[in-house]
């Protein structure tokens, strides 16, 4: 089975690749594995005024789940939290021509966004109760 | 031994649903040839691999036993027995035999046929994710970051490698240790499953006790993998 043209794009040039400090303020990050193939993801955003201004990820698994995650930084990145929170990976498994063998991919990158989210969110929420 | 035959015999009855032979209409259940006929029948699509080898859904296997029903009904589907058969029973001969090599790969190799057995009843388990193990994740990828370095490294000639890679290595054998006292403990549940398993009258407790099985055969799986990947990634760059 042959990788879409898109896949391969994003696998020779993964964009935003890397990380950010957990601590810093304004950084929501996600980690999420797949347990059936062992596939590790870590998807961090960073957030100022409730928009995404960055978004960073370290995937360790297959071609469709690198694709999907870098693809998934892209369209976060300019996004406000409540818009990226309704990222479906049915986009993404349509945008990247992912094959069924492969929507767990694209379901793990959904699942990272909002694991990134919820420990935004939670992180906020913290700084609330201290003030 | 008695109460494992008798459960193998319900499940058998159970899910070989009375049909009609393909070709001449007469009653067949589950025979692999019609007895009035003596053509070919399909093996059921639904049924899972435990069925379709003769065996109950238990853990502990008699590989030996396996592998003999394997060739024994191998012999009645090969596709070089039915070339100059009709298309029809071609078809059907191909058909079985895909199915009984699959069933047969999946259930020899015990981690697979544990895997295909939580996946089987994954329908009677409430919770279908379990938790994700974050320490794990953590490790991994902070293995990971190690490995970049490593990698990033050895790419310059002068660079001293040698102390990244004793740690890589002396982490490879901490993570391999804990495959395998993973899979000894994935081993030891196979007993308790085939225990609560052969329980002709499941009472409440015996369906929690199994619900309970499932479940940390289901973590483990998950997490043994992730070490899998990890180890394998090490040694194929550090060795």
């Known amino acids: 089975m042959a990788y879409s043209e898109k896949v391969v794009d994003h696998f020779n040039n993964p964009r935003n690749m890397g990380s950010f400090k957990k601590e810093e303020d304004g950084v929501g990050t996600g980690i999420v594995g797949a347990p059936e193939c062992g596939d590790v993801m870590k998807l961090q955003i960073k957030v100022q005024n409730d928009m995404i201004v960055d978004a960073k990820f370290k995937t360790f698994g297959c071609g469709s789940a690198i694709a999907s995650s870098s693809l998934a930084t892209e369209w976060l990145k300019g996004k406000t939290v409540e818009e990226a929170g309704k990222i479906k990976n049915t986009e993404i498994v349509q945008e990247l021509n992912l094959p069924p063998v492969k929507i767990h991919c694209s379901v793990l990158a959904e699942d990272a966004i909002k694991a990134a989210l919820a420990d935004y969110k939670k992180k906020e929420d913290g700084k609330e109760t201290i003030k | 031994m008695d109460q494992v035959a008798k459960v193998s015999r319900s ?122 193990p974050a320490d794990l994740f953590e490790e991994i990828l902070s293995l990971q970051d190690d490995l ?45 499953w085939d225990r609560v398993q052969i329980q002709a009258q499941p009472t409440e407790s015996i369906r929690s006790k199994k619900e309970s099985v499932l479940k940390e055969m289901r973590e483990l799986l998950s997490n043994r993998t992730y070490v899998r990947n990890i180890v394998n990634d090490l040694v194929a760059t550090v060795g």
């Not at chain 2, 859904?57 to 090969?78: G, P, Q, V």
């Not at chain 2, 660079?159 to 901490?174: G, H, V």
Request: proline share 4%; with cysteine.
């Open chain 2, 11 to 132: 499940r058998t009855e159970l899910q070989m649903a009375r049909s009609m032979c393909w070709h001449c209409q007469s009653e067949v259940a589950g025979e692999y040839f019609c007895e009035q006929c003596v053509k070919v029948q399909p093996l059921s699509k639904d049924q899972d691999y435990f069925t379709c080898l003769g065996l109950p859904r238990l853990l502990t296997i008699d590989t030996n036993a396996l592998e003999n029903k394997f060739y024994e009904m191998s012999r009645s589907f090969h596709p070089d027995f039915y070339q100059t058969k009709t298309d029809i029973e071609r078809t059907i001969s191909l058909g079985n035999s895909a199915l009984l090599n699959t069933a047969y790969r999946t259930l020899k190799d015990p981690v697979q046929r544990a895997e295909y057995l939580v996946r089987l009843e994954a329908g009677s388990v409430k919770e279908i994710r379990n938790h994700p």
């Open chain 2, 148 to 192: 970049e370095e490593f990698r990033a490294a050895s790419s310059q000639p002068s660079a001293d490698l040698t102390q990244l890679q004793a740690k890589l290595q002396s982490d490879r054998e901490t993570l391999e240790q804990r495959q395998r006292e993973m899979e000894s403990r994935l081993f030891d549940l196979f007993e308790t």
